[in-house]
T-cell receptor
Framework: GEDVEQSLFLSVREGDSSVINCTYT??????LYWYKQEPGAGLQLLTY?????DMKQDQRLTVLLNKKDKHLSLRIADTQTGDSAIYFC???????????FGKGTRLHILP | DAGVIQSPRHEVTEMGQEVTLRCKPI?????LFWYRQTMMRGLELLIY????????DSGMPEDRFSAKMPNASFSTLKIQPSEPRDSAVYFC?????????????FGEGSRLTVL
């Protein structure tokens, strides 16, 4: 079956790096996503990675994929107060298939 | 461009009443998804449509829930009769599956409280 697991909370000091981890069970996952949800809003896509990639970098964001261990991580460099949100890991087999989400990691920024 | 539009944003109702949530997807998108978000269970996929046809409704909790998509620009999620355990935020999302990533575009959600 399909399942996506991630820790529920993470606290990081402003200016430090945040690393949010995720594991998934479906070996057929082709697309792996990170979505961000700010209070009172819907989710927004932050970044995604194909299963044939190991790493993707986009400004302050770095995504690492270990396909063998089915482990995905999101690193946010120089964490800012505006990064405070819930971050969801998600996966799908195909781009027209359903997307399965983890429960989300609430990132709290300490001053 | 307008994003995914959901209504109502907030609904408070009493147990046993019928609830109808509405969604207008982004024009040109051909997939539509209904999700439910609660603290305990996170974000659950209820049902999704491709080209107005329901593809997978295995996440619909029980017969009290039904969803329709009569045309490409409108979908409803109905709960009849509603129960307190249905209290949650219900999200509609749409996507263009020929797009590069299958990115979902979410509405702002409908917060349902059943007393």
């Amino acid at each position: 079956g399909e399942d996506v697991e991630q820790s529920l909370f993470l606290s990081v000091r402003e200016g430090d790096s945040s690393v949010i981890n995720c594991t998934y069970t479906d070996s057929s996952s082709t697309y792996l996503y990170w979505y961000k949800q700010e209070p009172g809003a819907g989710l927004q896509l932050l970044t995604y990675i194909f299963s044939n990639m190991d790493m993707k970098q986009d400004q302050r964001l770095t995504v690492l994929l270990n396909k063998k261990d089915k482990h995905l991580s999101l690193r946010i460099a120089d964490t800012q107060t505006g990064d405070s949100a819930i971050y969801f890991c998600a996966e799908s087999r195909n781009r027209d298939d359903k997307i399965i989400f983890g429960k989300g990691t609430r990132l709290h920024i300490l001053p | 461009d307008a994003g995914v539009i959901q209504s109502p944003r907030h609904e408070v109702t009493e147990m046993g009443q019928e609830v109808t949530l509405r969604c207008k997807p982004i024009s040109g998108h051909n997939s539509l998804f209904w999700y439910r978000q609660t603290m305990m269970r996170g974000l659950e996929l209820l049902i999704y449509f491709n080209n107005n046809v329901p593809i997978d409704d295995s996440g619909m909790p029980e017969d009290r829930f039904s969803a329709k998509m009569p045309n490409a620009s409108f979908s409803t999620l109905k709960i009849q009769p509603s129960e307190p355990r249905d209290s949650a935020v219900y999200f509609c999302a749409s996507s263009f599956y020929q797009g590069a990533s299958g990115e979902l575009f979410f509405g702002e959600g409908s917060r349902l409280t059943v007393l």
